[in-house]
């Protein structure tokens, strides 16, 4: 079988959740999903969205994965950044290089873009995909810790 990576359209959104949910449902989380068919198709392809999205399909057309992406920026670099949000091949796909595939192709659009680097984060009992970063070269980044604030917290920090 083989495989291609197309820009993903508003008529993906359907798509795209499902796939958004698979991946919560895998990373233990399918109950904090919140993003609709019409939040996707806003956040993702409306006026001023700073996201990017791929699907990877078979030659028969059918969706075996995605990735969504958006611009970081480097202060110390002076340059931007990609940071990958998301990368999920389903089930019945994967061992067929796919995350590779997507990953080549998001580097490919860093280094067109002139970014200075490619980051994403997973976690840490993910060993599969731990397994397919550090095949690629890919280095964990140990020394920082990520932060968050969501939901009810991050309003009322907001609120002050």
Sequence with gaps: MTYRIRNATPADAGVILRFITELAVYEKAGHEVEATVDTIVASLFGAGSVTRAVICETDMGEPAGFAVWFLSYSTWQ????????????????????????????????????GCGRFEWSVLDWNLPAIRVYEAIGAEPQTEWTRYRLSGEKLKQFAAG
Excluded: K, Q
């Design 78 to 113: 002076a340059r931007n950044g990609l940071y990958l949000e998301d990368l999920y091949v389903t089930p019945e796909h994967r061992r067929a290089g796919l995350g590779t595939m997507l990953l080549r192709h998001l580097a490919r659009v860093a280094v067109e873009e």
